[in-house]
């Protein structure tokens, strides 16, 4: 047991004091299953993921943080971006200072692409030794940071984000960004790789995915709000983003541990 510092004691000794006696572990792993917005992983330096929050499980489609053990960024986003991805790790071990504030596009379990600010600190051992990697990240939520290159088309996401019953004209949203909608569609595909329609698409899916993970909404009025002629079209478009059904989903996530407990008694 620590012992209580005197009234003199040095700020500093008191601290590094009270971080030798704290079981961090313990505390790092409850606060991952708390955190609501922003995403948190630990990697070792091979890049296999050793702890991943619920959410952040849960965004790359996984039931529970167990099914994420030992993936690496190239099993969790096959291509160009887990390159990027590694190479961010790589600078983090070989210099040893936190990569702080970098922009980049992370891809969902439905393939639908977003801007995050993300956040990555080396984890030492107690002799110093870099022995991991702790990254925070928090999605922009279809809004490009002001200092983004990529702003020109954020006033475009974020109304495919929100119509989701209509598609929005390529025209409405070409106007929206002060272009012309070819050069509209070049900066969709440039900077997020796929076609307005299809982001839009895939905002419809992921909307759907929320509300079959947290809520009791019938697949009919599902279909009905985010604009699908029926049930059969919305189920149908559902599993060629997901690989499932509707109800197959739900039924998964039903019995999964990240599912909020609450939900399965109201």
Known sequence: MSKTPSKNANPKQVQAQFLADVH??????????????????????????????PLWSRHHGFLSQDHALFKTDTDLTPGPLAS????????????GKPLLGRLEICIDEVGLPDWYITHKFPLRNRTGQIIGLLGIARACKGQAP????????????????????RFPSLASLAKACHLSTRHLQRSFQQTLGIAPRTYWMKCRIQSACDALRNTHESL???????????????SAHFKTHTGQTPLAFRRAFSHSQILDPSLLSS
Request: glycine share 2%.
């Open 84 to 95: 990027q991805y590694l190479a961010d790790d790589l600078s983090v071990f070989q210099t």
């Open 220 to 234: 009919a009025d599902m279909a009905h709000r985010l604009g699908f002629c029926d049930q059969s079209n919305f």
């Open 24 to 53: 961090l572990e313990e505390a790092l792993l409850s606060a991952f299953e708390t955190l609501l917005e922003a995403h948190c992983f630990v990697k070792n330096p091979e890049g296999k993921t050793l702890f991943m929050s």
């Open 146 to 165: 002001p200092d983004s290159p990529n702003v020109r088309i954020a006033a475009a996401t974020k109304m495919l984000r929100t119509e989701l019953s």
